[in-house]
Each structure stands twice: as structure tokens, then as C-alpha cells.
């Protein structure tokens, strides 16, 4: 099943490790706290483990949307892409 | 059709209209940079419109993901919900 991942992380540190963790499971970058990616049943049980073992009890957010083909092919654009580029360090995350 | 809105802006300004537009159609904060809710095929039609004139030919982004119910119920999520109190002015935004 296709997901997009959105995430909402202040933690500077731990968003570059939840960043890391989705390129881990194959997922895109579709904005600059978003992915989207197919993930299996096990991936997905997998990635959420992962996902609660980094993020705890913290007040930190990631959501997780399934998403059809009827969904997706109903999806809309406003503007352009932008390029990402990484150093997904944990101490260090550039943004251009 | 429900949809989930999420917006890479880095414009300040201009990150805080798309806020208040999307808050004007209705949708509901789920995340800093996403909203949540229900549009009629007009109101994503306006909202298009709106969200077209506002970013131009910038490189901003907004994508907007429709969702059914059987995707809906798919949901998943990791950590806390954050509690959001915006200034939603032109000039100021505060994020606690």
C-alpha cells in the first residue's frame, strides 16, 4: 500500500533521524516533512516500531496515511517542487 | 471528499496566508505545516484558485491528497498530538 508520511518534529536531532529512518524503508521525499512510499503490512508494523521507539513519549507527531490509486490519482499540486539536499548527520541538517 | 493538505512554504508570510486560507475553507490544523477536512468539488476548485494566486510561480509547495473513507480508517500515527496557538497575522507567527 502506497503511504505518505507526514511528520511535525521540533527536535532537530530526532527529525533527522525519523528523515533517515523513511529513506531506511524506501519512501520519497515529497516536501521537506513529507514522504510517500509503498510499504508492505510487515514494513509498515516494522517502520511504526521504529517510529515509536525514536519518538517515545515525546510530544513529537508523525501520520501515516494510507493512500488507494483512486486516492493518489486524485491528488493535486499548487507551486513547484523543491530540491532537497540532505546531510542527514544527526548533528547537522541542511536545508536548501 | 476528505482531503489532507500539507504545504512546504518558506516564505514566513506567505506560509501564514496559505494557513489562514486553507483555516477559511474549513480545514482543520493536524500538524504545523498540514490541515485536514472536507471539500466540496467547489470549494477544492476555489481553494485552487486561491492557493494558485498566492503562490504564483514561486518555488513553494502545496500538495493536496484526497481520502476515502477505507483510506481514513487506515490512519496511523506516532506521538503526541502538539497544540498549535497561532498569530495568524501577515507579519507574525508564533509557534509554541
Known amino acids: 500500500m502506497r503511504y505518505v508520511v507526514i511528520y511535525d518534529i521540533t527536535d532537530d536531532n530526532l527529525r533527522a533521524l525519523v528523515a533517515e529512518t523513511l529513506k531506511d524503508y524506501g519512501l520519497q521525499r515529497i516536501q521537506y516533512s513529507g514522504f510517500m512510499g509503498s510499504l508492505r503490512r510487515d514494513e509498515l508494523n516494522s517502520l511504526l516500531v521504529d517510529l515509536k521507539n525514536l ?42
Open 55 to 96: 519518538i517515545k513519549d515525546l510530544v513529537e507527531n508523525v501520520q501515516l496515511f494510507p493512500m488507494c490509486d483512486t486516492c493518489f490519482k486524485g491528488k493535486k499540486e499548487v507551486g513547484k517542487p523543491k530540491k532537497y539536499e540532505f546531510k542527514e548527520g544527526k548533528d547537522k541538517i541542511a536545508y536548501f
